[in-house]
């Protein structure tokens, strides 16, 4: 763990920026997949032509496959008219309208596409990369209008890398403006696939369709085979299967006629909506740059603190001096930074190694020792109790001192070292005074980083850190859950808890709560009204009583199920364990199992 510290955070080789740019009108395999077009000699190019090609183009064309197994050649082509597109090049990017390809269910997001390979192409270590983009967006009008327009970035998708982030797009089509992401993304294992996607929610109609005529003719024998799949499986009489087949039968006449007869166009206008309505996105060059890294890093420059030319004994010992009381969480002896320069200048003499490699090397044996590794170890050697004696039964309670009590209130609230403030009331013995220690631990849980106590406590106590690992529900059975239903069920219990310790309320609050924290998201879930945005807020709780404290949260009752069912015998027994703390005994061997 101390190679890996030091090698990814101190003394790591500056990293290679990789910068990818993306103008989607000038791509082939993007916009222009199933777009054919005659030459001027009349030959027909079959090639995918660019965004920008296709808009030049008199007539694109559409490929219709014929297959027809009653002569030699199995397969024949024909072309018609491809008709509309939900894209059009308007300056120097493209105007998107609702409809398209489909990106991902539920919500519909249509995806502007970028190449799928870039995940691949720009995430070469785990880091901060930078999206930006240039975008505007009409939310429509009437029964077409969405509440916003929001480019939903998606990397790893169906991974353990998965990441999900999105940015409202508040700039009209007419005017558009610039836009910027950091998303933190992680490379994952060699050989890992790693997909970028683009996709914004504009509703649950396309815009425009297939041709209905054709589209049915082409559709209706793939449901009627279907139709006799389910049939013979379920051992239907012979007279309704053979109704079954002769309609078949009939319908793929019909089906092949029309690919040799359909005169397009292919794409039309649904026409029970109005486009002049519907949502609009128009994006320009998209450009990703990563991993954002300060360099050198800030570790490496607060430990050579007057650069990396010196090499002489001095500066060592004063990098150690500097650095032993920040990692032994208290005063380092004389003796103590002996040894570690010691330490590190036989490794120098040995390996012949330069000033950064020969701190490195002490650094490491530092992050080893147990001074640093175990709390408890703050107290100075002189300063300890002397031992028990060897015939006593316990161990001798020890008052703690101020250095021991900066490092427990420092892990438990922060889960980190230390700081300057803690450190200066250790040296002057005061934090042990109670009203400077109610002092600093108000101090302390109004600092951001007590979100690290929520993070930890909850997530231990409440399970929340077992989320990730229980079984989502099943989407073709519960269609209204979506990933941002997901991840905010997941915070939720964070928050709640964060606003319990913050207003200081009983503990009985976590089994029953007039309020409860909550994102639009939640609120749509929950029936709740009046709640606007990602930001979590404390709302009322609904009167019928069903939601309030940790029992009524999504998340911890989706832990609780399979995916397709409630499991009521493993909510008791969380509800035994977790909030009564009495485990429940295993089952007696021959209890057997509840049926399915």
């Known amino acids: 763990v101390a190679d890996l510290v030091l090698d990814e955070g101190v003394f790591n080789r500056k990293p290679e920026v990789v910068k990818l740019s993306h103008d989607a009108r000038n791509v082939k395999y993007v916009h222009g997949i199933g777009v054919t077009y005659r030459d001027e000699s009349g030959k027909i190019i ?18 219709i496959t014929i297959h027809n197994t009653q002569q030699e050649k199995a397969e024949e082509y024909r072309y018609v008219p491809y008709g509309l597109f939900t894209w059009r090049i308007v300056g120097d990017g493209i105007e998107y309208l609702s409809g398209g390809n489909n990106f991902r269910n539920p919500g519909n997001r249509r995806s502007p596409m970028i190449p799928h390979d870039w995940g691949n192409r720009l995430v070469n270590r785990d880091g901060w990369y930078r999206f930006r983009f240039r975008a505007g967006a ?54 890992m696939t790693r997909s970028m996607d683009l996709g914004w929610d504009n509703g649950n109609q396309d815009v425009i369709i297939r041709d209905t005529v054709y589209e049915v003719s082409q559709s209706r024998p793939i449901v009627l085979a279907g139709d006799l799949e389910r049939a013979i499986n379920e051992k239907k009489t012979p007279e309704a299967i053979a109704a079954i087949r002769k309609e078949l039968d009939a319908a793929q ?38 991993p954002i890294v300060e360099w050198p890093p800030k570790g490496r420059s607060r430990l050579l603190y007057a650069g990396e030319e010196r090499d002489d004994p001095e500066y060592l010992r004063g990098i150690f001096e500097r650095f032993l009381p920040l990692a032994y969480r208290r005063p380092a002896t004389n003796e103590e930074v002996d040894k570690v320069v010691a330490w590190a200048l036989q490794a120098k003499a040995q390996r012949t190694l330069s000033l950064a490699l020969t701190v490195r090397a002490g650094l490491k044996h530092v992050l080893c020792s147990p001074a640093f590794l175990y709390l408890g170890s703050e107290r100075l050697a002189q300063d300890k109790p002397a031992a028990e004696s060897p015939v006593a039964k316990s161990p001798v309670a020890v008052p703690i001192d101020g250095w021991q009590l900066a490092s427990r209130l420092s892990y438990l609230l922060w889960s980190s070292t230390p700081d300057a403030a803690l450190y200066d009331l250790a040296k002057r013995n005061q934090l042990l005074d109670p009203k400077v ?62 606003e319990v310790l913050r207003q200081n309320l009983p503990l009985t609050t976590f089994l029953d709560s007039d309020f409860l924290v909550v994102n639009e998201r939640l609120a749509k879930h929950y029936g709740l009204t009046g709640v ?65």
């Open 532 to 596: 606007e945005g990602e930001q979590f807020r404390r709302v009322p709780a609904p009167p019928d009583g069903r939601r309030g404290g940790v029992l009524g949260m999504t998340g911890p009752m989706t832990y609780l199920a399979d995916g397709t069912r409630t499991l009521p015998v493993r909510r008791a027994a969380w509800v035994l364990e977790t909030l009564w703390n009495q485990p429940v005994p295993p089952p007696p061997p021959n209890a057997g199992d509840l049926p399915a």
């Open 46 to 63: 079959d090639d995918n032509p660019t965004p920008a090609e296709v808009s030049k183009l008199k007539e694109p064309l559409y490929k």
């Open 437 to 498: 220690l109610r002092a600093q631990v108000k101090r302390m849980l109004a600092d951001p980083r007590a979100r690290e106590f929520v993070r930890s406590f909850a997530g231990q106590w409440l399970g929340v850190r077992n989320y990730v690992n229980g079984t989502p529900p099943n989407r073709d059975f519960y269609r209204h859950y979506d990933d941002a239903l997901r991840d905010s069920s997941r915070v939720e219990p964070l928050e709640f808890f964060s």
């Open 253 to 290: 006449v019909v089906a092949l006629e029309a690919r040799r007869t359909f005169a397009g166009p292919h794409f039309v206008f649904d026409p029970d909506l109005d486009p002049a309505k519907r949502p609009r996105l128009w994006l320009g060059t998209c450009e990703w740059e990563g």
């Open 138 to 191: 009409f939310t429509g009008s009437g029964e077409g209008v969405a509440k916003d327009i929001r480019l939903v970035v998606e990397y790893g998708h169906g991974s353990p890398l998965e990441t999900v982030k999105s940015i409202l797009i508040d700039a009209p089509l007419t005017a558009p403006k610039d836009y910027e992401l950091l998303m933190y993304l992680h490379a994952g294992a060699a050989g």
